[in-house]
């Protein structure tokens, strides 16, 4: 009995630490992701912005996706909040503490992803770079408005036969750099201070709740894996009385049909079948006329 | 006893051990984002100081934060802070201790970023590139250029590329002045930091050790107290599950005894675990049966004292938590508990 419960101990702090464990892992992924995608902005007017802002939010859709998909607590989550009444109340407190805590693991690696992009600063200098205003770059002040545009958008492109050792390029991808990094690290002091304020200012407001909520939300995790459990064990259990049955049908049924007792050493284990053709009778029967899902 | 006793004594050892390696991961993991950051000052007048001090001075700062967020502790600390006093005194001593600890371990990733960084000189050169004393080290006689357009030529001291200004103050000049003034201020932040840890950890035992040994000890005790109530809970709703599920299918097989009123054949004596461990469930349409009423229907959260099966002591432990109460059927049911 010690045994099952430190066991079953392990695992309940473990269905934490596994959802824990997943999300620092797709956090890692996109961070990995992101150094290994080759970034290559198109150096055109329209398309710039397109794809320097799809980099920056599409993947994060993705990811926030996976993070939805891979944690089995929304399941859990989904069917508490759709099922019928019936015997048992619905709490929705605890519906929308499994909600927010779902949602809040799903939400770092997006998060991750976004600020490294900005950190790094080539998506936005590739969105922005046709915005700059030219008066501010000595290079690009003095060109026709069509052709400015055009070699701003070509900014993002060092290898470029315009922009190669251009002064100016280097200016305006440096200016817009700067400002991509102060936005990346804001963002980043941002939702640091967030998640702050939210652990220190929790257990202020309706601590009581809070930790009712906390409890039943674990108890229908359990009881889910428990019910699982159950079910998995009765089929075990079913299939093995109902194949037993069948076997007791197959023997009944060679002993009709021929003469040969089976000795009774070997006779329980062997089931009255000790021929080939017997045993491919059994087999095909098996096949060809499953028996009914009745052992009663 | 002895079992729950040796891991409850690893446990504790382990939370400080625990807080220690995640407070050196965090250590590594700010000199590694220093190394992986791209600094590129932007070498624009204004722009300079805003840059290098917020680099120096903004990363620290969610350092900090992140070793408090990162922290389990904080919330025991502000749970423990807020909660009403009941019949349990709240001791200060304790909550400062905790507090205390909590942001010293805090601290140590944010130290290693300011020293990383001034050692290295980067952001001290951009931040104060333009306040480089000219007189000294270059030439200021340089015709032609007014204070504006001088600010602009020394903002443009980090970014050698596009640095026309050698003849007003060579470039290297101006960069290993800079540097040297970052790498003595990174010196002398880090010898400040270890005189003060070095004293801090030195002084303490002379004063008021006693008390802190109490603080120490209670603030530990706070700690396992709070794992072992979430442990105990745990174990409770695992038992209350196992029991709430055992009992939804006895209630489903007696439904079904009473609906088609026959009662089951008697299973064969050598037959009798098996029986009683298929719960009564024999056939293809109880199964569905089941499963659909288990999502339809969920069992109440409120168990039958009687029926508890004899691995689990709650039958003897009193009342079980009390939810909305169910309908006993009163039927003659025969059912085979072998």
């Known amino acids: 009995?010690?045994?099952?419960?430190?066991?079953?101990?392990?695992?309940?702090?473990?269905?934490?630490?596994?959802?824990?464990?997943?999300?620092?892992?797709?956090?890692?992924?996109?961070?990995?992701?992101?150094?290994?995608?080759?970034?290559?902005?198109?150096?055109?007017?329209?398309?710039?912005?397109?794809?320097?802002?799809?980099?920056?939010?599409?993947?994060?859709?993705?990811?926030?996706?996976?993070?939805?998909?891979?944690?089995?607590?929304?399941?859990?989550?989904?069917?508490?909040?759709?099922?019928?009444?019936?015997?048992?109340?619905?709490?929705?407190?605890?519906?929308?503490?499994?909600?927010?805590?779902?949602?809040?693991?799903?939400?770092?690696?997006?998060?991750?992803?976004?600020?490294?992009?900005?950190?790094?600063?080539?998506?936005?200098?590739?969105?922005?770079?046709?915005?700059?205003?030219?008066?501010?770059?000595?290079?690009?002040?003095?060109?026709?408005?069509?052709?400015?545009?055009?070699?701003?958008?070509?900014?993002?492109?060092?290898?470029?036969?315009?922009?190669?050792?251009?002064?100016?390029?280097?200016a305006v991808s440096r200016y817009l750099r700067c400002w991509s990094q102060a936005l990346g690290w804001s963002i980043l002091l941002i939702l640091t201070m967030a998640a702050f304020l939210t652990r220190w200012l929790r257990p202020c407001f309706n601590q009581a709740a809070l930790l009712q909520a906390r409890h039943w939300s674990n108890y229908i995790d359990i009881e889910q894996k428990i019910f699982e459990e159950t079910c998995c064990e009765h089929s075990r259990l079913f299939a093995h009385t109902c194949i037993l049955h069948f076997f007791e049908s197959m023997q009944q049924e060679i002993k009709l049909h021929s003469f040969s007792l089976p000795r009774e050493g070997e006779g329980n284990l062997l089931r009255g079948i000790t021929d080939q053709d017997q045993m491919n009778k059994l087999l095909k029967m098996w096949y060809y006329e499953k028996p009914p899902l009745d052992v009663s | 006893m002895d079992k729950f006793r040796m891991i409850f004594q690893f446990l504790q050892s382990n939370q400080e051990s625990f807080m220690n390696g995640i407070c050196g991961i965090m250590a590594l993991a700010s000199a590694q984002m220093y190394s992986a950051f791209d600094f590129s000052c932007p070498c624009l007048p204004h722009y300079n100081l805003a840059y290098g001090l917020g680099i120096l001075l903004v990363p620290p700062f969610i350092l900090f934060l992140l070793g408090f967020v990162l922290n389990n502790n904080i919330s025991m600390l502000a749970e423990e802070w807020r909660r009403p006093q009941g019949q349990r005194g709240k001791d200060r001593a304790v909550l400062r201790y905790m507090f205390c600890s909590m942001a010293q371990r805090a601290m140590i990733a944010p130290a290693v970023w300011v020293s990383v960084t001034l050692l290295d000189g980067k952001c001290i050169t951009c931040a104060f590139c333009t306040s480089v004393p000219v007189e000294t080290l270059g030439n200021a006689n340089h015709p032609s250029l007014s204070q504006r357009e001088m600010k602009q030529v020394l903002a443009r001291i980090p970014c050698k590329e596009i640095y026309d200004g050698q003849e007003l103050i060579a470039n290297e000049v101006a960069i290993r002045y800079l540097r040297c003034i970052s790498q003595a201020l990174g010196w002398c932040f880090v010898l400040l930091m270890t005189t003060l840890v070095f004293l801090v950890r030195s002084l303490r035992p002379c004063f008021t050790q006693a008390a802190f040994l109490k603080s120490r000890y209670w603030s530990h005790y706070i700690d396992i107290e709070r794992k072992l109530f979430d442990e105990t809970c745990a174990e409770h709703a695992r038992s209350f599950a196992k029991v709430c599920i055992q009992q939804f299918f006895e209630g489903m097989s007696t439904d079904l005894v009473a609906v088609h009123c026959h009662p089951p054949r008697k299973a064969p004596a050598d037959a009798g675990e098996a029986t009683e461990k298929l719960l009564g469930i024999t056939d293809q349409g109880t199964m569905n049966m089941a499963l659909k009423s288990w999502h339809r229907c969920k069992p109440p959260l409120h168990l039958h004292p009687p029926a508890l099966p004899s691995g689990n002591g709650w039958a003897a432990e009193g009342q079980p938590p009390t939810h909305t109460p169910v309908h006993r059927r009163e039927t003659a049911a025969y059912y085979s508990r072998v």
Not at chain 1, 26 to 46: E, G, I, R
Not at chain 1, 100 to 118: D, E, F, K, N
Not at chain 1, 120 to 147: H, M, N, R, W, Y
């Open chain 1, 1 to 170: 009995m010690d045994c099952f419960r430190m066991i079953f101990q392990y695992f309940q702090s473990n269905s934490e630490s596994v959802m824990n464990g997943i999300c620092g892992l797709l956090a890692l992924a996109s961070v990995k992701m992101y150094t290994c995608f080759d970034f290559s902005c198109p150096c055109l007017p329209q398309y710039n912005m397109a794809y320097g802002l799809g980099i920056m939010f599409v993947p994060p859709i993705a990811l926030f996706l996976c993070g939805l998909i891979l944690n089995r607590q929304s399941l859990v989550m989904l069917e508490e909040w759709r099922r019928p009444q019936g015997h048992r109340k619905k709490d929705l407190a605890v519906i929308r503490y499994m909600c927010s805590s779902i949602m809040q693991r799903a939400m770092v690696a997006p998060v991750i992803w976004i600020i490294v992009t900005l950190l790094d600063g080539k998506c936005l200098i590739c969105a922005f770079s046709s915005s700059v205003d030219p008066e501010k770059f000595v290079g690009f002040a003095s060109t026709s408005p069509v052709q400015v545009q055009q070699l701003l958008a070509k900014v993002p492109c060092k290898d470029d036969e315009l922009m190669r050792n251009n002064t100016s390029r280097k």
